[in-house]
Nanobody
Framework: VQLVESGGGLVQPGGSLRLSCAASGIIFSPYTMGWFRQAPGKQRELVATITSAYTTNYISDSVKGRFTISRDNAKNTVYLQMNSLKPEDTAIYYC???????WGQGTQVTVSS
């Protein structure tokens, strides 16, 4: 199983990024997919989840109204659109098929002026 996150980088406060996570070696479509993040010195936290039927069933209060999770089952890919980024969004972002033991390598997001 491979989960490859991409799209991270350095962005100024107020900016936007779109993260992607491409899955292979797994039957992607039945899984609820999640995005997590881990900031330096903090525990990994759940950011958002989306069901196999394209329903967002969880979004963290800290990103509500700014982040949107989506997926494309035909491409085995889940996305995280991040708008109005804040310095406190700085973290490594990971995707995960919920309930599975699999993690990607993560993509670094740094929000700084």
């Amino acid at each position: 199983v491979q989960l490859v996150e991409s799209g991270g980088g350095l962005v100024q406060p107020g900016g936007s990024l779109r993260l992607s996570c491409a899955a292979s070696g797994i039957i992607f479509s039945p899984y609820t997919m999640g995005w997590f993040r881990q900031a330096p010195g903090k525990q990994r936290e759940l950011v958002a989840t989306i069901t196999s039927a394209y329903t967002t069933n969880y979004i963290s209060d800290s990103v509500k109204g700014r982040f949107t999770i989506s997926r494309d089952n035909a491409k085995n890919t889940v996305y995280l659109q991040m708008n109005s980024l804040k310095p406190e969004d700085t973290a490594i972002y990971y995707c995960k098929p919920m309930g599975s033991p699999y993690w990607g390598q993560g993509t670094q997001v740094t929000v700084s002026s």
